[in-house]
């Protein structure tokens, strides 16, 4: 059992550039969203989806798009990446309404702009 | 909106008690957790507590949920170099995504 799978785990960009960050999960979660940590600033929700072919925007949403085609993948792709955007990403996924059961965290993508 | 406040640092010495302090501000809260992150990992769910509960314990990890005061504290007896990490706080209610607060890094000194 996979979990959350993000690829890749390190990425280099420079300013301009665009690129899709993975994130794929096997556990038939519904919601699934998209956090970058950054130092003093904890977890800030980018976007979130609650099922296939549903997805809104969190508290930092500028710079980046989301699609959730199906259940087990919700890319997140940086239009034209910008050195504020370096930070690191966290993709998560949980069964649904809040529950005793916990919010499934990837091991991160650890994005450096330049 | 929903708001969760916890300090940014703590410093213990090992072999103390550790506590950390969470506020939150939604009163729909269904479940509160408290995540840990070790360096380099994701995070990872250390345990919640129902909202119609007052304690948990759970080995050398013990939630006090004060409702009244929407307050949320997690002690860990006996704190080991190991147990260094950042301690998130969560609340999930009435949202679709539980909201996390900043984190605290918990620093244990020999």
């Known amino acids: 059992n996979a979990g959350v799978t993000q690829t890749p785990k390190f990425q280099v960009l420079k300013t301009g550039q665009s690129m899709t960050l993975q994130c794929a999960q096997d556990m038939n979660h519904e919601y699934m969203s998209w956090y970058r940590q950054d130092p003093g600033m904890g977890l800030r929700l980018i976007h979130y989806?609650?099922?296939?072919?549903?997805?809104d925007q969190g508290e930092v949403p500028n710079g980046y798009n989301v699609s959730r085609s199906t259940t087990e993948d919700f890319p997140l792709r940086l239009l034209s990446a910008a050195p504020s955007q370096t930070s690191v990403y966290f993709c998560a996924s949980s069964y649904g309404q809040a529950s005793s059961t916990e919010a499934f965290f990837g091991q991160g993508t650890r994005l450096t702009v330049v | 909106g929903e708001d969760v406040e916890q300090s940014l640092f703590l410093s213990v010495r090992e072999g103390d008690s550790s506590v950390i302090n969470c506020t939150y501000t939604?009163?729909?809260?269904?479940?509160l957790y408290w995540y840990k992150q070790e360096p380099g990992a994701g995070l990872q769910l250390l345990t919640y507590?129902?909202?119609?509960?007052d304690m948990k314990q759970d080995q050398r990890l013990t939630v006090l949920l004060n409702k009244k005061d929407k307050h949320l504290s997690l002690r860990i007896a006996d704190t080991q170099t190991g147990d260094s990490a950042i301690y998130f706080c969560?609340?999930?209610?009435?949202?679709?995504?539980?909201?996390f607060g900043r984190g605290t890094s918990l620093i244990v000194h020999p």
């Open positions: 507590i129902f909202s119609n509960m």
């Open positions: 989806s609650v099922g296939a072919g549903i997805t």
């Open positions: 969560a609340e999930w209610g009435g949202s679709y995504i539980p909201t």
């Open positions: 939604d009163s729909s809260s269904t479940y």
